[in-house]
């Protein structure tokens, strides 16, 4: 267990201080130009205050940042996992295992602490604009009623229909950090078989046909992992049902994680020392 959480440790110092992180700057940029800022704008306009957690919502919501936020996600994390001189002495130190299961432990910590910036980001904002109270604020449930019906929402009806604020906020936490994990055990499972690049592309091709069939309601959407980070989805327009269970988009999400864990150890079991030092 000490050389697993050495290898995670050392994996999440290089990464953290990596130059790549300035895309996650970019990506809070981006998020809150297209999605936070139109967000308040509407709450100003209305004359209302939002909920502190309704900006998340709002992001989490996005088919759009669906897409983009994991795919950022693969930018900061495409050196990952580190195939170089040092991860070569890591490997014979601290056994392949060892080295794939610390690998996996970086995973998660780099997954808490990106998602963890997002959500503490989206808090803050909301916290600046808005009140602490589990129930939706006027600018979610009378936004048609001000813009018209056929006004784009922020939050959908079907969402704010179904669940109290907070229930949904947590919920749709544990589906992004399902959504993101899935990710980036693609990426580490390609890496493995010496095709980073190929995976990345493969990888985000996935991401980008899963959002479009969410987006299109298309129910070939629920092959994909898209369709299963969005709340909203999981619920009927007018009855108080969930299809798919979120329990089963949990599910779907960590059984994937898992297989594709089982695929790489058998392969890391058999991967010639030398190749990684030739790379």
Known sequence: ??????????????????????????????????????????????????????????????????????????????????????????????GRINWLIGQMFFLIKAVMSYLGII?????????????????????????????????????????????????????????????FMLTGMGLLLFSIYDLKKIGFAIVTAILAIGTAAAAAGFSVMWLFPTAHAILEKHFDTIKRTQWPDIVYSLLYDFLLVFMLSIIATKKMKHKKIISIEEN
């Open 1 to 94: 267990m000490k050389k697993i959480f050495y290898t995670a440790k050392f994996e999440y110092l290089k990464w953290i201080f990596d130059e790549k992180q300035i895309v996650t700057i970019v990506g809070i940029v981006f998020m809150h130009v297209m999605i936070i800022q139109p967000f308040l704008n509407r709450s100003q306009e209305m004359q209302t205050p939002v909920n502190i957690v309704e900006v998340f919502l709002a992001v989490a919501n996005s088919k759009m940042f669906l897409l983009i936020l994991p795919v950022l996600f693969l930018v900061i994390i495409s050196d990952f996992p580190r195939i170089d001189s040092d991860a070569l002495f890591f490997i014979m130190r601290s």
């Open 119 to 179: 959500i503490a980001y989206t808090l803050l904002i909301g916290a600046s604009h808005g009140y602490i109270g589990n129930g939706w604020s006027l600018t979610v449930t009378n936004y048609q009623d001000f813009y018209g019906a056929e006004a784009v929402c922020f939050i959908p009806v079907d969402l704010y229909w179904q669940m109290p604020p907070y229930e949904a906020f947590l919920k749709s936490i544990l589906l992004i950090f399902g959504y």
